[in-house]
């Protein structure tokens, strides 16, 4: 599985940004897609997941703020993120777990700037 990301950049606080994700090769063994973000200095960690059967998990911090969705036919995750807070900036991580010994699979990160 191959994982192509994109759709970072500098926005205010308060902004909207939009990634995406485009999924290759054995998509149908993934079982779930989501991103993780770091921050410099910061441990990874897990923002939203959306699994094969349209479950998603958020984490509290973007709650209410960020949605995760999906295009079946293009095989693309989106994360739309709004009232972005500088606390979000981070280089986003699109993951796909695959198959039945649920590997990780990451595409190259993107980097969001929140900043006025």
């Known amino acids: 599985v191959q994982l192509q990301a994109s759709g970072g950049g500098l926005v205010q606080p308060g902004g909207s940004l939009r990634l995406s994700c485009a999924a290759s090769?054995?998509?149908?063994?993934?079982?779930?897609m989501g991103w993780y973000r770091q921050a410099p200095g910061k441990q990874r960690q897990m923002v939203v997941s959306?699994?094969?059967?349209?479950?998603?998990h958020y984490a509290d911090s973007v709650k209410g703020r960020f949605t995760i969705s999906r295009d079946n036919a293009k095989n693309t995750v989106f994360l739309q993120m709004s009232s972005l807070k500088p606390e979000d900036a981070a280089v986003y991580y699109c993951n796909a777990v695959v198959g039945v010994e649920r590997l990780a699979y990451w595409g190259q990160g993107t980097l969001v700037t929140v900043s006025s």
């Open positions: 959306i699994t094969s059967g349209g479950s998603t």
């Open positions: 090769g054995s998509i149908l063994s993934i079982n779930a």
